[in-house]
C-alpha cells in the first residue's frame, strides 16, 4: 500500500507576512496561518496594537511579532522587509491586506481623497508585491503572493467609486505579477471578501435594515465572519495550490451569485 504523502496545508516552516494582520480580516488570516505552522510578520500603523495580537497568536501557540509600516510610505515597505527578513530568515507567503474605504458623492469627490485611498488599497499592494517578489525570485523555493479584494470591484459602489476602483486595479495587478512570477515558483491569486462582520463595517451589520436587506441576498443567510477567509488563506499559502496561479477567489457565502 503507497503511503500517504504529508499534510500539504502543514505551514511549518514557513513565514507568512500580513498586512494590517493586527483585527478584522487580517487578524483571521493570521490565526488560520498561525494555527497551520506558520511563523507569522504582521505589518501594521500600529506597532503597540500589532504586538498586542501578535501575542496573542504566540498565547494561541504560534509564533508572531509585529513590524511598523505604513503600505501607502515606500520607505516604510523597504523597512519592514528588511526587519522581517532580519528576524524571520524568510518570507514565504505575503498578504497583501491592509485597505480602507471612505464613503464619498461620487460627483463630489476630490482627487486628492481619490489618491489617498489608491495609494494604500492598491500601491501598497504593488509595493508589497515588488518587495516581496523581488526576495522569492532570489531564492529557491517559490512563494506565495496574496492581494484581498473586495466584491465592490465587481458590484457598483455608488458612495465609494475610489475603493472599488482599488479593488478592482488589484486583481489586474495580481494577474500581472503570476504572469512574472511562475518562473520562480511563485503563485499570486487574490481573495474576493464578501460582507463580512468586522470593525470596519461595523454599522453596516449593525443597522437592522440594511443588514437584513444584505442577508436576504446571501444563500448562506449570514453575514461572513473574519475566520471565513482562514481556510482559504492556508491553502494559498500552502504547496496545495502550487499550479493556482493568477486566481480571484471569492468568499461571500453566495451573494454575488443570487
Avoid at 511563523?39 to 500589532?50: C, H, P, Y
Avoid at 520607505?75 to 524568510?90: K, N, P, Q, S
Avoid at 504593488?126 to 466584491?151: D, P, T, Y
Avoid at 475566520?227 to 454575488?256: F, I
Amino acid at each position: 500500500m503507497a503511503q500517504l504523502s504529508r499534510n500539504p496545508f502543514d505551514l511549518s516552516g514557513r513565514v507568512a507576512v500580513v498586512t494590517g494582520g493586527n483585527r478584522g480580516i487580517g487578524l483571521g488570516i493570521a490565526q488560520g496561518l498561525a494555527a497551520a505552522g506558520a511563523r507569522v510578520a504582521l505589518w501594521v500603523r500600529d506597532e503597540s496594537a500589532g504586538q498586542q495580537a501578535a501575542d496573542e497568536l504566540v498565547a494561541q501557540g504560534g509564533e508572531a511579532r509585529a513590524f511598523a509600516c505604513r503600505v501607502d510610505i515606500e520607505e516604510d515597505i523597504l523597512r519592514a522587509t528588511e526587519e522581517t527578513l532580519a528576524h524571520f530568515g524568510r518570507i514565504d507567503a505575503g498578504f497583501a491586506n491592509a485597505g480602507f474605504g471612505r464613503p464619498a458623492n461620487a460627483l463630489k469627490l476630490e482627487l486628492e481623497e481619490f489618491r489617498e485611498v489608491l495609494a494604500t488599497n492598491l500601491e501598497g499592494v504593488f509595493l508589497c508585491f515588488r518587495e516581496w517578489g523581488r526576495h522569492m525570485s532570489q531564492r529557491e523555493g517559490g512563494g506565495k503572493l496574496v492581494a484581498i479584494s473586495s466584491i465592490s470591484a465587481i458590484f457598483g459602489t455608488p458612495t465609494q467609486p475610489h475603493y472599488a476602483a482599488s479593488k478592482g486595479g488589484l486583481e489586474a495587478l495580481a494577474r500581472s505579477y503570476a504572469t512574472r512570477m511562475g518562473r520562480y515558483g511563485v503563485q499570486v491569486n487574490a481573495i474576493e471578501p464578501g460582507w463580512i462582520e468586522t470593525e470596519a463595517t461595523e454599522g453596516a451589520w449593525k443597522d437592522e435594515t440594511f443588514s437584513s436587506a444584505i442577508v436576504r441576498r446571501i444563500p448562506a443567510r449570514r453575514w461572513g465572519t473574519p475566520a471565513d477567509l482562514s481556510g482559504l488563506a492556508v491553502y494559498l499559502a500552502s504547496s496545495a495550490s502550487d499550479y493556482h496561479t493568477g486566481d480571484t477567489l471569492r468568499v461571500d457565502g453566495g451573494y454575488s451569485i443570487f
